[in-house]
């Protein structure tokens, strides 16, 4: 997997990066539409135990944590994060999550559309507002949006080897 960097990325890129995912995910998910094999594919476990649906599943999890966590930054004076929000290693999702790969991908849509939305509203000073990360330090709202990307790239890139790797199978 290739890093993303995205020190130089301003705002509004963040932005645009998080409204290309649903399309993004689809593309990989849903290549042909009612296609019951890519449902089957998108559900079988892959090494770690997760499949293509749990892997997008969580990443829209993660991102409703990392919205939280932004609007917690603007409203608050240094609130207390989660560490979920910037470590893959504290995210557990222990429920089930939606059941077809087209709920994945709505609850994901949702998502990235009201991160991006969220987004939008913050201006100037407020993206170096902070809150600190449970046993880690300070984070900036700029800094949660930066990881809400990184989590799109990270899983897009997970759920595309998956499906690569099971197809080969």
């Known amino acids: 997997m290739t890093a993303l960097d995205l020190s130089h990325a301003s705002p509004a890129d963040l932005v645009v990066a998080l409204r290309s995912y649903p399309r993004r995910f689809r593309a990989a998910l849903a290549p042909i539409a009612d296609d019951e094999q890519i449902e089957e594919l998108a559900h079988r476990l892959g090494p770690d135990g997760r499949s293509a649906v749990d892997i997008a599943s969580g990443t829209t999890r993660t991102w409703v944590l990392q919205r939280e966590a932004l609007r917690q930054i603007l409203v608050g004076d240094q609130p207390l994060l989660h560490p979920a929000i910037a470590d893959?290693?504290?995210?557990?999702?222990?429920?089930?999550?939606?059941?077809?790969?087209?709920?994945?991908?709505?609850?994901?849509?949702?998502?990235?559309?009201?991160?991006?939305?969220?987004?939008?509203?913050?201006?100037?000073?407020?993206?170096?507002?902070?809150?600190?990360?449970?046993?880690?330090?300070?984070i900036t709202a700029l800094q949660v949006a930066k990881e809400a990307v990184g989590t799109g790239h990270d899983d897009l890139a997970a759920v595309q080897a998956l499906l690569a790797a099971l197809r080969v199978r």
């Open 88 to 138: 893959p290693t504290a995210r557990d999702w222990s429920l089930p999550g939606p059941e077809s790969v087209a709920e994945v991908l709505d609850l994901l849509t949702d998502e990235a559309d009201q991160f991006a939305e969220a987004l939008e509203h913050v201006s100037g000073a407020e993206w170096e507002r902070s809150g600190t990360v449970a046993g880690d330090g300070a």
